[in-house]
């Protein structure tokens, strides 16, 4: 054997043991679905060199050591802080009916936080009355503004965001700002971000990239923190899909307009979204808000129940999709979705479809043009499905309707950041708010039905005339949805 062949022989050997090492790396991997642990193995195996690549970057879900250490520390130190605070009359009381309140325990094993009654909610008109609604709270803010988006754009209205912050802190508001480094990556990279810190604006972006060579040896690049959250003075707080920009959303326009969903919320609920900041604050930055955090937040009468529920990599292993079908299962008459990225898991297509089958009037609407041609072909391969148990499929046509709600039997409703896809159940930071009242959700049941009057029913008619290729192509993107 010369040396070219005893170096081929080597090289082929090592690669082998890479590719066992992984293979048993998958399977003893903790977490992780039947059909992921199947489809990494065959990309592992069938794929040289790209495989193992593919899986050392994108195979597991892990924010690095460091992160994740401390950020359990700063969790545990939130969690013994709720834990610690009494129960008042705003507390979870026994007026939820039975099967309603089985969400609300689900929630609370997420999050530790139980619902609480004494909050006032109202849906903002739209992107840009959010903004506006946003700006004018800020503006007469005495005490601290805490900011949170995953996408914030230098537009017209990120840009009315940063001056109002600016603003603030000049007269002396302390202001807290975070942004993904990833989503956010125009505006922590521009100008306008330097100039809230010379402001007295403190500023710190999520889950840095660095070096983007190095950084899959401190944690997947894709993990990102897509919560919007917003928290002034304590008793004021903002809740929804919307990021900090434009409805035209220019760094996609031509999916827009961006339609979005954004409530403002005042009670006890404003103390539960800071906890979420404080954990993501203080797990980047040093410094220590749990003072902020004892601060008592008065109950509003009359007044509503809801619960902040927050999810991440970090927390309890699929919390968000038993969340998800926690809520199918309690819906008794109706259920309406909506969502632009529907990649579920099967316990989530299947509460889905059982919804119908046992006759709930069950609704979901997507986008008719998503800017994930991914989720898009992934999304239709579960039409026929749906379709055949009685769900009513609709798609939107008047731009992209990024509102992610959850609406059943009138009585309850689910708004905040979380998809229905792999990404924000395994792979994303989120928060979402879960509410027990007829008034409010009332409201949100006339917005979706808004939605509704702007889009096409899907009929299982026009579905079954998809070409061979079409669904070929649908069906085949959607076996992705595991590696992701």
């Known amino acids: 054997m010369n040396w070219t062949e005893e170096g081929t022989a080597i090289g082929l050997a090592i690669h082998v043991l890479v590719e066992a090492a992984l293979v048993v790396r998958v399977l003893l991997r903790p977490h992780r679905r039947p059909a992921s642990?199947?489809?990494?193995?065959?990309?592992?195996t069938a794929?040289?060199?790209?495989?193992?690549?593919?899986?050392?970057?994108?195979?597991?879900?892990?924010?690095?050591?460091?992160?994740?250490?401390?950020?359990?520390?700063?969790?545990?130190?939130?969690?013994?802080?709720?834990?610690?605070?009494?129960?008042?009359?705003?507390?979870l009381s026994a007026t939820l009916p039975g099967h309603y309140s089985e969400p609300f325990r689900m929630g609370e094993s997420i999050s530790f936080m139980a619902p609480v009654r004494g909050n006032a909610a109202r849906l903002v008109a739209d992107s840009n009355a959010a903004i506006d609604a946003l700006v004018a709270d800020i503006d007469t803010a005495e005490n601290h503004v805490h900011i949170l988006f995953?996408?914030?754009?230098?537009?017209?209205?990120?840009?009315?965001?940063?001056?109002?912050?600016?603003?603030?802190?000049?007269?002396?508001?302390?202001?807290?700002?975070?942004?993904?480094?990833?989503?956010?990556?125009?505006?922590?990279?521009?100008?306008?971000?330097?100039?809230?810190?010379?402001?007295?604006?403190?500023?710190?972006?999520?889950?840095?990239?660095?070096?983007?060579?190095?950084?899959?040896?401190?944690?997947?690049?894709?993990?990102?923190?897509?919560?919007?959250?917003?928290?002034?003075?304590?008793?004021?707080?903002?809740?929804?899909?919307?990021?900090?920009?434009?409805?035209?959303?220019?760094?996609?326009?031509?999916?827009?307009?961006?339609?979005?969903?954004m409530?403002?919320?005042?009670?006890?609920?404003?103390k539960q979204n800071q906890y979420l900041f404080a954990t993501d604050w203080m797990s980047h930055v040093n410094e220590d808000l749990t003072g902020l955090l004892k601060q008592p937040v008065t109950p509003l009468q009359p007044g509503i129940t809801g619960q902040v529920i927050g999810t991440?990599?970090?927390?309890?292993?699929?919390?968000?999709?038993?969340?998800?079908?926690?809520?199918?299962?309690?819906?008794?008459?109706?259920?309406?979705?909506?969502?632009?990225?529907?990649?579920?898991?099967?316990?989530?297509?299947?509460?889905?479809?059982?919804?119908?089958?046992?006759?709930?009037?069950t609704t979901i609407v997507f986008p008719a043009r998503n800017d994930s041609w991914v989720v898009a072909a992934a999304s239709r391969s579960y039409y026929p499905e749906l379709l055949t148990a009685g769900v009513q499929v609709y798609e939107y046509v008047g731009g992209l309707l990024h509102s992610k709600s959850l609406t059943l039997?009138?009585?309850?409703?689910?708004?905040?950041?979380?998809?229905?896809?792999?990404?924000?159940?395994?792979?994303?930071?989120?928060?979402?708010?879960?509410?027990?009242?007829?008034?409010?959700?009332?409201?949100?049941?006339?917005?979706q039905q808004q939605y509704l009057a702007r889009s096409h029913l899907v009929r299982l008619s026009e579905v079954a005339h998809w070409s061979t290729g079409r669904r070929l192509w649908n069906n085949t993107i959607a076996m992705v949805g595991p590696l992701l």
Not at 37 to 44: P, Q
Not at 333 to 350: G, K
Not at 413 to 435: C, H, P
Request: glycine share 6%; with cysteine.
């Open 409 to 447: 039997d009138g009585e309850v409703t689910l708004i905040g950041s979380a998809n229905m896809d792999q990404r924000s159940f395994d792979l994303n930071y989120e928060n979402n708010v879960l509410f027990h009242d007829a008034g409010f959700t009332a409201e949100v049941r006339l917005l």
């Open 150 to 261: 995953y996408i914030w754009l230098p537009d017209t209205n990120g840009c009315k965001v940063i001056d109002a912050l600016q603003r603030a802190s000049r007269r002396g508001v302390k202001c807290r700002a975070m942004a993904d480094d990833l989503g956010s990556r125009m505006l922590i990279r521009s100008r306008h971000w330097k100039a809230m810190r010379e402001a007295g604006v403190h500023v710190a972006a999520a889950f840095p990239i660095g070096n983007p060579l190095l950084r899959p040896f401190s944690g997947r690049i894709d993990l990102r923190n897509h919560r919007k959250i917003v928290v002034i003075d304590g008793c004021v707080t903002y809740c929804g899909s919307q990021n900090c920009a434009d409805p035209e959303f220019r760094i996609k326009a031509r999916y827009a307009p961006w339609v979005d969903i």
């Open 37 to 44: 642990r199947v489809a990494w193995i065959v990309v592992i």
């Open 263 to 270: 409530l403002r919320i005042e009670g006890p609920l404003a």
């Open 312 to 361: 991440g990599p970090t927390a309890r292993y699929s919390a968000m999709p038993e969340l998800f079908v926690s809520l199918m299962y309690a819906a008794r008459h109706e259920l309406v979705i909506t969502t632009p990225y529907f990649v579920p898991d099967e316990s989530m297509q299947n509460a889905l479809c059982a919804a119908a089958y046992r006759g709930v009037d």
């Open 47 to 91: 794929l040289p060199v790209v495989g193992i690549l593919a899986y050392l970057l994108f195979g597991e879900v892990s924010i690095g050591r460091r992160r994740i250490e401390r950020r359990r520390e700063v969790i545990a130190d939130i969690s013994r802080l709720v834990a610690a605070t009494p129960r008042g009359e705003d507390a």
